[in-house]
């Protein structure tokens, strides 16, 4: 099972929007609407911050919304914030009990 | 509230096994499926496997098939994840992760390092 793809790195000013895109197959991404993804700061534990799909853990700042395109979902965050500098993953169900991660995306916040 | 504590650091030589606890305190175990996630310094998550609620079945990553056992004991309500034949590749932060459902990993575990080390 491959990692799904994500950029390396993404970057934005304070106020600004940026996406994060995630690239699976169709028989992950493309196939399920259970796409989750997380942010993760430098030595803490990985933070749910979308899951299927589109839904929002409560306490999650109403700036991150998530989308799915055929094989693509992406991580918006818009009014970006200081605290937002992190790495971000996306994660799918590929089917068969199995799960996969992305690679993991750095954010940074000029 | 819903906690994952996990063993503490573990240092290795190759060859050698490693046993990680996680103790969920909050919620009772069996109620939702417990993952396993790793990650190597400097690099990205990488899904292991998990036990599933209920009925404890296992499903392993191809990655780590033969080499990894989840356990559950559901009176300490804490689950176990032992990997074998450890090689320096093995170096990583190991993390539980409670699935809230379908698939999203809502808590998790603070991390155990685990080094291997000749």
């Known amino acids: 099972q491959s990692a799904l793809t994500q950029p390396a790195s993404v970057s934005g000013s304070p106020g600004q929007s940026i996406s994060i895109s995630c690239t699976g197959t169709?028989?992950?991404?493309?196939?399920?609407?259970?796409v989750s993804w997380y942010q993760q700061h430098p030595g803490k534990a990985p933070k749910l911050i979308i899951y299927e799909v589109t839904e929002r853990p409560s306490g999650v700042s109403n700036r991150f919304s998530g989308s799915k395109s055929g094989n693509t979902a992406s991580l918006t965050i818009s009014g970006l914030q200081a605290e937002d500098e992190a790495d971000y993953y996306c994660c799918s169900y590929a089917g068969s009990s199995k799960v996969v991660f992305g690679g993991g995306t750095k954010l940074t916040v000029l | 509230q819903v906690q994952l504590v996990q063993s503490g650091a573990e240092v290795r030589k190759p060859g050698a096994s490693v046993k990680v606890s996680c103790k969920a305190s909050?919620?009772?175990?069996?109620?939702?499926?417990i993952h396993w996630v790793r990650q190597a310094p400097g690099q990205g998550l990488e899904w292991m496997g998990w036990?599933?609620?209920?009925?404890?079945?296992?499903k392993y990553s191809q990655r780590f098939q033969g080499r990894v056992t989840f356990t559950s004991d559901t009176p300490a309500s804490t689950v176990c994840m032992e990997l074998s034949s450890l090689t320096s590749e093995d170096t990583a932060v190991y993390y539980c992760?409670?699935?809230?459902?379908?698939?999203?990993?809502?808590?998790w575990g603070q991390g155990t390092l685990v080094t291997v080390s000749s």
């Open positions: 169709s028989g992950d991404v493309g196939k399920y609407d259970r």
């Open positions: 992760a409670r699935e809230g459902g379908m698939i999203n990993f809502d808590y």
């Open positions: 036990v599933k609620h209920g009925n404890s079945d296992t």
């Open positions: 909050g919620y009772t175990l069996t109620t939702y499926s």
